[in-house]
């Protein structure tokens, strides 16, 4: 954090993709533009792979959570709620207002109007839970198809899961926090 900027123009990236195919930084270029925009200044940054369905951002979380509780920044900007949290509508809802008591504000690039000025909180409450819901179920609709196919290999005696040797690349996780920017 860089006490050189003004705590309103304070702002924290959230990158974060659930499979070692896909890359935090073709989320960047719209996030970076967000700040722009908006006149702020990145001041920390989470980015990692890890599925939020599994909890496997659950350490990115609770650090994000002390950050803001430290006023480290005022503005999380992340790609879309989905990117934040699939756990589900009261997971989803916890976080953004235990952020909000932070006195941290969310914007998600892909959802700009949970942000409109003239919004009222209870419609936006209303909104955040159902694409939490929708993330909820599209996760778990996901994990259906994968398990039906894990069942269709083993019925036909064909191996399951990695090849002996192999890695995990998902628990790759990376962040850093910049001082300026």
């Keep these: 954090m860089t006490s050189a900027t003004p705590y309103k123009q304070r702002a924290a990236l959230w990158l ?7 890359e935090t ?6 996030l970076e533009s967000a700040v722009e925009a ?8 989470w980015n990692f792979d890890g599925s939020a369905w599994r909890g496997d951002y659950k350490p990115e979380l609770a650090e994000l959570f002390k ?14 709620l ?13 976080i953004v207002r235990r952020l909000a008591l932070s006195g941290v504000d969310v914007i ?7 942000e409109a000025a003239e919004l009222d909180p209870q419609y936006r409450e209303l909104l955040i839970a159902q694409l939490a819901w929708v993330a909820n179920f599209e996760s778990r609709r996901r994990s259906d198809r994968i398990k039906a ?10 191996p399951i899961g990695r090849k002996a040797g ?5 628990l790759h996780v990376r962040r850093f926090a910049s001082s300026t920017s």
Excluded at 108 to 114: D, I, K, N, R
């Design 166 to 170: 192999s890695r995990n690349k998902r």
């Design 16 to 22: 974060r993709v659930s499979k070692d195919v896909q």
């Design 108 to 114: 998600s690039v892909q959802e700009p109007w949970l």
């Design 38 to 45: 908006r006149g702020l200044r990145i001041v920390k940054e």
């Design 67 to 80: 950050a803001a509780q430290r006023r480290e920044f005022r503005w999380l900007i992340f790609w879309s």
């Design 25 to 30: 930084e073709n989320q960047r270029p719209a």
């Design 82 to 94: 989905d990117r934040l949290c699939r756990e589900g509508v009261t997971e989803t809802l916890l």
């Design 149 to 158: 196919g894990l069942s269709r290999k083993k019925a036909k005696g064909q």
